[in-house]
C-alpha cells in the first residue's frame, strides 16, 4: 500500500469547494483484505489507537456509523479507511474538518482517496500518519516491506504530529479573529507561516499579527515592551502599580529587593507569557536565583513590590473593557490517597486538556519548574498532599503552562473596569491586556488595594473565548469591528474568465475597461500579473497564486482573474468566491493529460468558475457544452452571450426579463447589444473596436461582447464600457499573440498564439476575409503534449485556405522527436487535399518564419502561429526586405499604419478610426473625470 500521487488544492476544486487534498493510493495485494476479511482485532486496534473514530457516521450518518461499516459483511476498503483517520488526526490536532470521500481511480486496486484539510502541511503529514499507522496495525505477511520503521510508537508519533501541526496552525487569538472575520463575510489570507493575516482584500485590507493589528501604535508596543516606563506612566497618573527597580546583577537584585521590602517579585525586562518569572521571593538566596532565571529572558530584570491576590487578565478594545478573567496558576487538589505524580495524571485525564494549544486547557507537566515549587512546598512528586491541599506546579497563571481560567466580565466593580481602560489608552495600544492583581475583584481597588503589574501588547485571546469555567466571551468580534466599522467595504468585486480560448483578451479587455471606469485592477494572465496595467510579475499567472497575489496588492479596488485549466486541476481556484465567473468555450484542448480526455471532463474542469460566482454567471449561449453549467450556478443572474440574434433560449431568457448581450445587425453594421430586466441597451457597433478589424475578427467581437457583458455585470457604467472598447486595440503590447497585426512590409503579417483547432480555425476564416491580393501563407504548429488528433485537427482547420503551409515545430518537445509534430501535421495536409508542393517542413520556429517572411511579396498575407511570443515579434518587425520600410520602423509604427490603412466603411471616416488607433498608442486617454491615464501596455 504506497501512496502514487499528490494534489493539494487550495480553493473550489472538482472535489470540493473548499481545501482538500487527493491521493492516489495503490492498495496492491490489500485490495483482496477489506476490513471485514481482516477481522475485528483489526478494527478494534485502530478504534484503540483512535477513539474518536466513534463520531464518525459515514454513510449512516450518525456516531459510530464508520466503526459500523467496517465491522459489517466484507467491511470496506483500506483507502476509506484511510480517509477517515487522516481526518480523525486532524481533529484530535483541533482542526474541525469532516469532509471526505474515497472512488475507485479506475485501475485495480488504486483508489482516489480526497479529504478536507485547515492546514497544508498539517494535512499531508495526517495523510502520511494515517497510512504508517494502518501499516502497523496490519499482520505481519500484510505489511508492506519498509511501511513501519523499527522500534515507531505510535503514541509518541500521534503527539509529535499533534506539535507539528500546532506549529503550524493558527494560534487560539488569531484562529478567533479569523473566525470572528468569517462570521462577518470577511475574507482573509494567511501571509506567511506565523500569524500574520490579511483580512480583506486589496485597498480594503486589515493586517493582524497574533491580537497586535495594522492599526497598532509602534510606540505603544515599545511602551508595552519596557516595563520600567509603563509603571512610571501608570503611576503618574494615579494608577495603582508596585514600586519596583531596573537592575543588571544579583547583587542589584537583593539590595532592590531589601529596598523595596520582601516579598518581591523578579521579571525580565521585556518578557512575556510568563516566561522568566519568580514570585513572593523572601530571602536574598530566592532573589538571587530569581535574578538568574530572568537573566535567561532579558539583559535587564525588574525587581518589584509582591502583590498579594488574585492575578487577573482585563482585556480593552478599542478603549473598552470586553473581558475579565481571574487565572489560576496550574495545581491539583489533594485527596489524601493519591501522590502529586498521580494526581497529575488525573488531572491530565480531562478531555479538555491537551497538547499545547490543542484544546481548551494544556496538560500538566512535572518538569524542572514544577519540581521547585513543589520543594519549596516541601512536598516532592511522591508525596500524599492532604483532602483539599491545593499543589501549585507553577508560579504564573498562564494558559500554556496549565494554568486555568474564570471569566468574571459580569462582577468586576466598575472602578476596575475604568482604572483598565485608563491604563490601555495611558499606553496608546488599541488592543491591550492589563495584568491586575486583587483579593477580590468585585470590590474597588480603592478600598481593599491591588495593583497592575503590567499592560500588554498582543495579549492573547484563548482565556477568554474558551475559559474553563464561566461564560465564554466574543473578544475577537470587537477588534473586528474596529477594523471594519459598520458598512466599511472589505472585499473588492472579482471577476474570473476561463474557456479555452480567449481568456486573455476578453480579461485584458476587462481590465482595460475597469481602468476607463476609475478602478485599479489588479490582472492576472498567462504572460503575468499586472496592477494598474503594469506587469509586476512575469510568466503563467493564471493559478491560485497569482490570484492571491492580485487579492493582496493594497492598491487595487477590482481582481480580473483569467482562470486556466491547469491550475484548476493542479491547485483550485485561488479565491473561494466570485462576483462574476464567465466561460467563454469549451473546445478540444489538453485533453488526454491529467485525467481529462473528453470534452464533458473538461466542462465540469471549466463549469467550476461559474460555480462559484454569487452575482453573475456569463455563459456562451453559442456554446452547448457552456450552455449547460446554467444548471450548476447559484449565481444571482445569467447572462447570456451570443453571436446569433435569433437564439431560441436567449430570446425567452430575454423576454423573462433575464440579462442577454447579443449581436445585431444593424443599417450601420453589426452592433452590441445588451439586455437587462427588459431593457434594449445599443452599446457598440463591432467596427468601432479596433482590436476586431473592422469587425472582421469575429472572435475578438466575442471576446468584446463578453468583456462588455462582465463589465456591465459588475456595475460598471456604459460610458467607461464603450470607452475602453474603443481604446482598447491588439498591438503586440497590449494583447501580446492576440490577433496583432504588422503592415511595415510590402506584405501583411497576422501573429498569433492559437494552439488548438478552434483557435487556428478562428484566425484561418479571418485570414479568408481579409482582402487579400496574392497569396496567403500560414506557419502552422501545435504543441508536443497534444495528442495525434488534435495535432491533425489543427492542420485540418487551415487546410484549403492557404497557398503554402509552413509546418514547424514548439522549441519544447514534449516527448517527441524533433520533427514529429510538423510531419504529423503535414500528413493531415495531404490527406486533406494540400499538394505536396505547397507544403514545406521546418522544424525549428526562428528558421520557419524566416523562410515564411522570405517567401513573403507585395500584397501577401502571412498568418504566423507563435510559441516563443517576444522573440517571434521580435524577428517580424525586424525583418527588412526590398521594398519595406527605412531602418527606424517599428512595431508601433506599423500597428498606426494598420489604423490608418482602413479604408472608410460604415459611416465611419478612416482618420477617425486612425485616432482611436493613435490614442490608444500615446497613451492620451482621460476617464470621466479628466484624469490622464498610462496606457495599458508595458514600454
Known amino acids: 500500500m504506497r501512496i502514487l500521487d499528490r494534489s493539494v488544492y487550495v480553493g473550489p476544486s472538482l472535489y470540493a469547494r473548499f481545501p482538500v487534498i487527493r491521493l492516489d493510493l495503490d492498495l496492491a495485494k490489500l485490495e483482496e483484505w477489506p476490513t471485514g476479511r481482516l477481522g475485528p482485532d483489526f478494527v478494534t486496534a485502530l478504534h484503540t489507537a483512535l477513539p474518536g473514530l466513534t463520531e464518525h457516521g459515514c454513510s449512516y450518518r450518525e456516531p459510530g456509523g464508520f466503526l459500523r461499516r467496517m465491522r459489517e459483511g466484507e467491511g470496506t476498503w483500506l483507502g476509506h479507511v484511510l480517509e477517515h483517520v487522516a481526518i480523525e488526526l486532524q481533529n484530535i490536532a483541533g482542526e474541525a474538518v469532516t469532509f471526505g470521500k474515497t472512488r475507485s481511480a479506475g485501475r485495480p486496486g488504486v483508489y482516489t482517496v480526497v479529504y478536507e484539510y485547515a492546514q497544508r502541511d498539517e494535512g499531508i503529514a495526517a495523510g502520511e500518519l494515517g497510512l504508517r499507522l494502518l501499516c502497523s496495525l496490519l499482520p505481519a505477511n500484510l505489511r508492506p516491506t519498509d511501511s513501519v520503521p523499527q522500534g515507531w510508537d505510535w503514541p509518541e508519533a500521534r503527539d509529535q504530529f499533534i506539535r507539528f501541526a500546532q506549529r ?20 482573509w489570507l494567511r501571509l506567511n507561516d506565523q500569524s500574520l493575516v490579511q483580512l480583506g482584500h486589496g485597498r480594503y485590507q486589515q493586517r493582524i499579527q497574533a491580537t497586535v493589528t495594522g492599526r497598532t501604535p509602534h510606540i ?4 508595552a515592551s519596557d516595563k520600567e516606563e509603563t509603571n512610571k506612566i501608570l503611576a503618574g497618573l494615579g494608577l495603582p502599580v508596585p514600586r519596583q527597580e531596573l537592575v543588571q546583577s544579583a547583587a542589584q537584585a537583593v539590595r532592590a529587593a531589601q529596598r523595596i521590602g520582601f516579598p518581591v517579585v523578579t521579571k525580565p525586562y521585556n518578557g512575556n507569557h510568563g516566561r522568566g518569572i519568580s514570585i513572593r521571593l523572601t530571602s536574598d538566596e530566592e532573589v538571587a536565583h530569581g535574578f538568574n532565571v530572568a537573566r535567561e529572558h532579558s539583559r535587564s530584570v525588574i525587581v518589584e513590590t509582591f502583590l498579594t491576590g488574585d492575578d487577573h487578565r482585563l482585556l480593552v478594545v478599542n478603549g473598552e473593557l470586553v473581558a475579565a478573567t481571574r487565572r489560576t496558576p496550574g495545581h491539583v487538589s489533594g485527596d489524601g490517597v493519591h501522590t502529586v505524580v498521580q494526581l497529575i495524571d488525573i488531572v491530565n485525564q480531562d478531555p479538555r486538556r491537551g497538547v499545547g494549544h490543542e484544546k481548551v486547557l494544556t496538560r500538566l507537566e512535572l518538569d524542572a519548574q514544577a519540581q521547585k515549587m513543589l520543594e519549596r512546598a516541601g512536598l516532592t512528586a511522591d508525596s500524599v498532599p492532604a483532602a483539599g491541599q491545593p499543589v501549585y506546579l507553577r508560579s504564573t497563571a498562564n494558559l500554556s503552562t496549565g494554568g486555568t481560567a474564570t471569566d468574571v466580565t459580569d462582577v468586576i466593580h466598575p472602578d476596575n473596569r475604568e482604572m483598565a481602560e485608563r491604563a490601555v489608552r495611558a499606553i496608546g495600544l488599541d488592543v491591550g491586556g492589563v495584568d491586575f492583581l486583587s483579593p477580590d475583584i468585585t470590590d474597588s481597588y480603592r478600598r481593599i488595594g491591588g495593583g497592575i503589574c503590567e499592560v500588554n501588547a498582543a495579549p492573547g485571546f484563548r482565556m477568554h473565548v474558551a475559559p474553563s469555567e464561566g461564560t465564554a466571551r466574543d473578544v475577537a468580534g470587537p477588534v473586528i469591528d474596529m477594523l471594519f466599522p459598520q458598512g466599511a467595504a472589505t472585499r473588492v468585486p472579482i471577476a474570473a474568465i476561463t474557456g479555452t480560448n480567449g481568456k486573455t483578451t476578453t480579461a485584458r479587455m476587462l481590465a482595460h475597461i475597469a481602468r476607463m471606469a476609475g478602478f485599479t485592477p489588479g490582472l492576472t494572465t498567462t504572460d503575468g500579473v499586472y496592477i494598474n496595467g503594469q506587469r509586476t510579475v512575469q510568466g503563467d499567472m493564471t493559478g491560485p497564486v497569482s490570484a492571491r497575489m492580485v487579492l493582496a496588492d493594497p492598491q487595487i ?12 486541476l493542479r491547485a483550485g481556484m ?25 470534452l464533458e471532463q473538461l466542462a465540469e474542469v471549466k463549469r467550476i468558475v461559474v460555480e462559484v460566482a454569487n452575482d453573475c454567471a456569463v455563459l456562451n449561449a453559442d ?39 447579443a449581436l445585431e445587425a444593424g443599417v450601420n453594421g453589426q452592433m452590441i447589444t445588451l439586455y437587462d430586466k427588459g431593457g434594449h441597451i445599443p452599446l457598440m457597433w463591432t467596427h468601432l473596436i479596433p482590436a476586431t478589424l473592422e469587425g472582421r475578427a469575429t472572435h475578438n467581437v466575442q471576446n468584446a461582447m463578453f468583456a462588455a457583458a462582465m463589465a456591465f455585470s459588475l456595475g460598471i457604467r456604459l460610458d467607461p464600457i464603450r470607452q475602453g472598447l474603443r481604446t ?7 494583447a501580446p499573440g492576440r490577433l496583432n497585426v504588422f503592415n511595415e512590409h510590402p506584405f501583411k503579417v497576422l501573429f498569433d498564439y492559437g494552439h488548438n483547432a478552434h483557435a487556428v480555425a478562428a484566425m484561418a476564416d479571418l485570414a479568408q476575409r481579409l482582402d487579400v491580393t496574392g497569396r496567403r501563407i500560414v506557419v502552422l504548429a501545435g504543441p508536443g503534449d ?11 482547420a487551415v487546410a484549403g485556405r492557404f497557398d503554402h503551409y509552413i509546418c514547424r515545430r514548439d522549441d519544447s518537445l514534449r516527448g517527441r522527436a524533433d520533427d514529429e509534430v510538423p510531419r504529423i501535421q503535414a500528413a493531415a495536409l495531404r490527406e486533406a487535399g494540400v499538394p505536396e508542393s505547397a507544403i514545406s517542413i521546418i522544424p525549428d520556429e526562428q528558421q520557419a518564419i524566416e523562410a515564411a517572411l522570405n517567401m513573403g511579396q507585395q500584397g501577401d498575407l502571412l498568418l504566423v502561429f507563435a510559441d516563443a511570443l517576444v522573440r517571434s515579434w521580435k524577428q517580424i518587425t525586424k525583418f527588412r526586405s526590398p521594398g519595406s520600410a ?54
Open 886 to 939: 527605412g531602418e527606424g520602423a517599428g512595431a508601433g509604427a506599423g500597428a498606426r499604419a494598420e489604423a490608418a490603412s482602413v479604408p472608410a466603411a460604415r459611416g465611419v471616416p478612416a482618420e477617425a478610426e486612425a485616432g482611436v488607433a493613435a490614442i490608444s498608442l500615446e497613451g492620451l486617454i482621460r476617464d470621466e473625470r479628466g484624469v490622464r491615464l498610462a496606457p495599458d501596455a508595458e514600454d
Open 786 to 796: 497534444r495528442r495525434d488528433e488534435d495535432l491533425v485537427a489543427i492542420a485540418r
Open 623 to 661: 456554446d452547448t457544452l457552456v450552455l449547460k453549467m446554467s444548471g450548476y450556478t447559484e449565481a444571482k443572474s445569467i447572462c447570456y452571450v451570443t453571436l446569433n440574434p435569433q437564439h431560441t433560449l436567449v430570446r425567452e431568457h430575454i423576454r423573462a426579463g433575464g440579462r442577454a448581450c
Open 168 to 187: 503550524r496552525a493558527l494560534g487560539p487569538s488569531t484562529a478567533s479573529l479569523v473566525r470572528a472575520a468569517e462570521a462577518r463575510g470577511i475574507p
Open 574 to 598: 485561488g479565491v473561494s468566491e466570485v462576483n462574476v465567473g464567465a466561460v467563454l468555450n469549451v473546445q478540444p484542448d489538453h485533453l488526454g493529460l491529467r485525467g481529462i480526455d473528453t
Open 557 to 568: 479596488d477590482l481582481a480580473v482573474l483569467e482562470t486556466a485549466r491547469g491550475g484548476l
Open 220 to 223: 505603544a508596543v515599545e511602551l
Open 728 to 734: 482598447f486595440d491588439s498591438t503586440f503590447f497590449q
